[in-house]
């Protein structure tokens, strides 16, 4: 038995191993590679320059706010009588909101107009700037920087899933560098211009004329937003792919959950976020630990440290314009070596760093130090064309936002407090060697092995491209004879265990389908991803034409697509009438329509109607079944999914739900049932999908599956076995 279970467990690897091999498509065939490479100039006025205009202008008037409160630091502590570090909490407490924020904004990128969105996070960005500068006191002033934050995570999310749609993909790593390059310069800028405006200003509040005079062009920039164009989801990756762009009329909402539980299934993202987190603890940290040994064990004074940030800052300005269309041309001929550029970008630091903090001289120290955090940086700004890349176009928005908690709240977090705590017990040199060295070699390596998974996620892009098309042509050819529910091209896994492989299958309106297969095949995960519990890997669910891959479990509900589930279904310490009443808990306001489907549900099971007032755990397994039935159907289904509708009955007790059934079905309702009994299943299903060992075996009638005895016989088998 145990070498049994041992092939078997090898053969499910291997096919799994086979389905993430098999989708792969010649590198010509992927978005954005080869065919014509554009220049800057063609690429910008593909999208129009306006967009990306209000986008530099937005992202460098967030640098020039952020360092605006590092230099006037000193001067706010002072107003409202602080200590450093109630003031170091408050400028560092920025950055925790902009994570908080990622996650809202993303998910409004996904679903609402990205023109909005960044108009609105613009306008609020702007209030809370003047804002800043207004407070009164510490704890507005706190508030105010809250709302500033939150409204910056707009960056990262909203204007990097803008980027992607607007322009297309052969300039996206320019695109990305420019926006990135330029909010750095202003950054650089900024400590100027912000104290100068102080000292004009001058006096104890000279401190929020900066934020007054910020403010301002922040909010005619975000006015100018609201009119940018919103350009097609998707439309660069289906010109390239498709050569034409499907337009989605009516979307449906994407579920937060659902969308991460898609997007952690892409290899290339998910070893992207693993490798700039890890970096993370390096990039971020590094600057600030140099500064404290530059001054302690070097004696460098505060222009010195001055003199090598801003080198630093200037070799990063320099270094963006060589990278970025060097990652352009390679993404255009081969893109695995375009992502594994980032990665050999990264690791040098890592051999630089203790030749660097061992220098003899303050000299040798400034200078090693410029080169590693360069390319850091420069491939920390190019990780955004490779998450836009790879990610489904409905989930750019929440992709970004995903990568942006990891890098920023795991990455950043927690390097601080990791090198903080090393710090403190030792010294600025053990911190970098022990935390930078591993976190750069790590993140380095990571990105590298990233880059071998990059055609396979670009070739899943253009399955899922092709497939949307050749649906949009089948809907537009024969309007009349959408199906009600789809399930196309469907693998899922539970953690690393592929137990769907490519499932597919059609209902059509009314009919009742029979899900049959031996134990263990998968049929009630099918039934579960189609009512939204779990998410697939790839592949496609859609309901009277539409998609709804990623719609939380309640919307498909408000839908129509319920679930009873297998087992029991019901709540056995209260009621029948209060089962009801809590699955009608949604209808609450609309009394008349919820005493009629009361009625309604009643009168199918008589038998209830007569002792509602029993408690519901001493009712016999048949009637449990009926009420948990009835609690399901008081929604008015669409399409009704049953896991095991005969598990455990007594023939009687079938014969009754099978009578209901026939009624339900003659009501014109759609059934999909999972059923481990064929006679059951051909007693009341028009169609049989027969699963095994999570891959459909046959779809068909379901008396021809009958006469099929090789499956037929592996039903029964499979139940005596089980
Ligand atoms: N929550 C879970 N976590 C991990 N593995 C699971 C989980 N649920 C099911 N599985 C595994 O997934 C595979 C498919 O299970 P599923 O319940 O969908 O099959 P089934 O066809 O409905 O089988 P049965 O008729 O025996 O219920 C099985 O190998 C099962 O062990």
Same mark, same amino acid.
């Given at each position: 038995?145990?070498?049994?279970?041992?092939?078997?467990?090898?053969?499910?690897?291997?096919?799994?191993?086979?389905?993430?091999?098999?989708?792969?498509?010649?590198?010509?065939?992927?978005? @954005? /590679?080869?065919?014509?490479?554009?220049? =800057?100039?063609? #690429? !910008? %006025? $593909?999208?129009?320059? &306006?967009? +990306? *205009?209000?986008?530099?202008?937005?992202?460098?008037?967030?640098?020039?706010?952020?360092?605006?409160?590092?230099?006037?630091?000193?001067?706010?502590?002072?107003?409202?009588?602080?200590?450093?570090?109630?003031?170091?909490?408050?400028?560092?407490?920025?950055?925790?909101?902009?994570?908080?924020?990622?996650?809202?904004?993303?998910?409004?990128?996904?679903?609402?107009?990205?023109?909005?969105?960044?108009?609105?996070? @613009? /306008?609020?960005?702007?209030?809370?700037? =003047?804002?800043? #500068? !207004? %407070? $009164?006191?510490?704890? &507005?002033? +706190? *508030?105010?920087?809250?709302?500033?934050?939150?409204?910056?995570?707009?960056?990262?999310?909203?204007?990097?899933?803008?980027?992607?749609?607007?322009?297309?993909?052969?300039?996206?790593?320019?695109?990305?560098?420019?926006?990135?390059?330029?909010?750095?310069?202003?950054?650089?800028?900024?400590?100027?211009?912000?104290?100068?405006?102080?000292?004009?200003?001058?006096?104890?509040?000279?401190?929020?004329?900066?934020?007054?005079?910020?403010?301002?062009?922040?909010? =005619?920039?975000?006015?100018? %937003?609201?009119?940018?164009?919103?350009?097609?989801?998707?439309?660069?990756?289906?010109?390239?792919?498709?050569?034409?762009?499907?337009?989605?009329?009516?979307?449906?909402?994407?579920?937060?959950?659902?969308?991460?539980?898609?997007?952690?299934?892409?290899?290339?993202?998910?070893?992207?976020?693993?490798?700039?987190?890890?970096?993370?603890?390096?990039?971020?940290?590094?600057?600030?630990?140099?500064?404290?040994?530059?001054?302690?064990?070097?004696?460098?004074?505060?222009?010195?440290?001055?003199?090598?940030?801003?080198?630093?800052?200037? %070799?990063?300005?320099?270094?963006?314009?060589?990278?970025?269309?060097?990652?352009?041309?390679?993404?255009?001929?081969?893109?695995?070596?375009?992502?594994?550029?980032?990665?050999?970008?990264?690791?040098?630091?890592?051999?630089?760093?203790?030749?660097?903090?061992?220098?003899?001289?303050?000299?040798?120290?400034?200078?090693?130090?410029?080169?590693?955090?360069?390319?850091?940086?420069?491939?920390?700004?190019?990780?955004?064309?490779?998450?836009?890349?790879?990610?489904?176009?409905?989930?750019?928005?929440?992709?970004?936002?995903?990568?942006?908690?990891?890098?920023?709240?795991?990455?950043?977090?927690?390097?601080?407090?990791?090198?903080?705590?090393?710090?403190?017990?030792?010294?600025?040199?053990?911190?970098?060697?022990?935390?930078?060295?591993?976190?750069?070699?790590?993140?380095?390596?990571?990105?590298?092995?990233?880059?071998?998974?990059?055609?396979?996620?670009?070739?899943?892009?253009?399955?899922?491209?092709?497939?949307?098309?050749?649906?949009?042509?089948?809907?537009?050819?024969?309007?009349?004879?959408?199906?009600?529910?789809?399930?196309?091209?469907?693998?899922?896994?539970?953690?690393?265990?592929?137990?769907?492989?490519?499932?597919?299958?059609?209902?059509?309106?009314?009919?009742?389908?029979?899900?049959?297969?031996?134990?263990?095949?998968?049929?009630?995960?099918?039934?579960?991803?189609?009512?939204?519990?779990?998410?697939?890997?790839?592949?496609?669910?859609?309901?009277?034409?539409?998609?709804?891959?990623?719609?939380?479990?309640?919307?498909?509900?408000?839908?129509?697509?319920?679930?009873?589930?297998?087992?029991?279904?019901?709540?056995?310490?209260?009621?029948?009438?209060?089962?009801?009443?809590?699955?009608?808990?949604?209808?609450?306001?609309?009394?008349?329509?919820?005493?009629?489907?009361?009625?309604?549900?009643?009168?199918?099971?008589?038998?209830?109607?007569?002792?509602?007032?029993?408690?519901?755990?001493?009712?016999?397994?048949?009637?449990?079944?009926?009420?948990?039935?009835?609690?399901?159907?008081?929604?008015?289904?669409?399409?009704?999914?049953?896991?095991?509708?005969?598990?455990?009955?007594?023939?009687?007790?079938?014969?009754?739900?099978?009578?209901?059934?026939?009624?339900?079905?003659?009501?014109?309702?759609?059934?999909?049932?999972?059923?481990?009994?064929?006679?059951?299943?051909?007693?009341?299903?028009?169609?049989?999908?027969?699963?095994?060992?999570?891959?459909?075996?046959?779809?068909?009638?379901?008396?021809?599956?009958?006469?099929?005895?090789?499956?037929?016989?592996?039903?029964?088998?499979?139940?005596?076995?089980?």
């Amino acid at each position: 038995m145990a070498t049994g279970l041992i092939d078997a467990e090898a053969e499910r690897q291997e096919r799994q191993a086979q389905a993430r091999r098999e989708v792969l498509f010649a590198d010509e065939l992927l978005p @954005g /590679v080869g065919g014509e490479s554009l220049s =800057l100039r063609q #690429g !910008l %006025a $593909a999208g129009g320059s &306006l967009t +990306f *205009l209000v986008l530099v202008l937005l992202n460098a008037l967030d640098e020039l706010e952020s360092a605006a409160l590092s230099v006037l630091a000193p001067d706010i502590r002072d107003a409202f009588g602080l200590s450093d570090g109630a003031i170091v909490f408050i400028s560092a407490a920025a950055g925790a909101f902009l994570v908080l924020g990622a996650l809202p904004m993303g998910f409004l990128a996904d679903r609402f107009r990205r023109s909005r969105v960044i108009g609105w996070a @613009g /306008v609020v960005f702007s209030l809370m700037v =003047l804002a800043s #500068g !207004l %407070a $009164a006191n510490a704890f &507005l002033f +706190f *508030l105010a920087r809250f709302g500033v934050g939150v409204a910056k995570s707009s960056n990262n999310t909203a204007h990097s899933s803008l980027i992607a749609d607007a322009y297309p993909i052969g300039v996206r790593g320019r695109l990305s560098a420019s926006v990135y390059g330029a909010a750095r310069a202003a950054g650089a800028l900024s400590p100027l211009i912000v104290a100068g405006i102080a000292t004009w200003a001058g006096g104890e509040n000279g401190w929020r004329w900066p934020f007054f005079i910020l403010g301002l062009p922040a909010l =005619l920039v975000a006015v100018v %937003a609201f009119r940018l164009p919103e350009p097609p989801r998707g439309q660069h990756e289906m010109r390239s792919v498709l050569g034409e762009v499907i337009e989605d009329a009516a979307p449906a909402p994407i579920s937060v959950e659902a969308a991460f539980a898609r997007l952690m299934r892409i290899r290339t993202l998910r070893t992207a976020i693993i490798a700039f987190s890890a970096l993370g603890f390096s990039l971020f940290t590094t600057s600030v630990l140099a500064n404290l040994w530059a001054e302690d064990h070097y004696g460098m004074s505060t222009f010195q440290r001055g003199l090598a940030g801003s080198l630093g800052g200037a %070799a990063f300005v320099v270094a963006l314009p060589i990278v970025a269309p060097r990652y352009d041309r390679l993404y255009h001929r081969d893109p695995e070596r375009a992502v594994r550029l980032l990665g050999l970008c990264v690791l040098p630091g890592a051999v630089l760093l203790p030749v660097q903090w061992f220098m003899p001289g303050w000299v040798g120290f400034m200078l090693l130090g410029i080169p590693g955090a360069v390319f850091a940086s420069v491939a920390f700004a190019m990780v955004g064309p490779v998450v836009q890349s790879v990610t489904p176009y409905r989930l750019r928005g929440l992709g970004m936002a995903l990568a942006a908690v990891y890098m920023f709240f795991v990455g950043a977090t927690g390097g601080a407090l990791l090198s903080g705590l090393i710090s403190n017990a030792y010294d600025p040199r053990v911190a970098v060697l022990v935390v930078g060295i591993p976190a750069t070699l790590v993140g380095g390596l990571m990105m590298i092995r990233g880059a071998s998974f990059v055609k396979n996620d670009l070739s899943l892009v253009v399955a899922d491209l092709r497939e949307e098309l050749a649906e949009r042509d089948r809907q537009r050819a024969d309007p009349e004879n959408v199906p009600v529910l789809q399930v196309n091209g469907v693998d899922f896994s539970y953690g690393n265990v592929q137990v769907l492989f490519d499932v597919a299958f059609e209902v059509r309106r009314g009919e009742t389908l029979a899900l049959l297969g031996t134990n263990g095949a998968g049929k009630s995960t099918i039934l579960k991803v189609i009512c939204g519990l779990g998410t697939p890997s790839r592949g496609v669910v859609r309901l009277n034409g539409r998609t709804i891959t990623y719609v939380s479990p309640e919307q498909r509900g408000k839908y129509g697509v319920h679930l009873l589930p297998g087992g029991k279904g019901v709540f056995p310490d209260m009621s029948i009438r209060e089962n009801l009443e809590m699955a009608a808990f949604r209808m609450r306001r609309d009394r008349a329509d919820r005493d009629r489907r009361f009625a309604y549900v009643l009168d199918l099971f008589p038998d209830l109607a007569g002792r509602q007032s029993q408690l519901a755990g001493s009712l016999s397994g048949g009637q449990q079944q009926m009420l948990a039935l009835a609690m399901v159907l008081l929604h008015d289904p669409e399409v009704l999914l049953i896991d095991e509708l005969s598990l455990g009955l007594a023939p009687a007790v079938v014969q009754d739900l099978l009578a209901i059934l026939e009624r339900l079905k003659a009501d014109g309702l759609t059934i999909v049932v999972v059923e481990q009994s064929l006679n059951i299943a051909l007693a009341i299903a028009d169609r049989a999908v027969f699963l095994e060992k999570g891959q459909v075996r046959f779809t068909g009638p379901a008396r021809e599956l009958a006469e099929r005895d090789d499956l037929a016989r592996a039903v029964f088998l499979g139940r005596e076995g089980g």
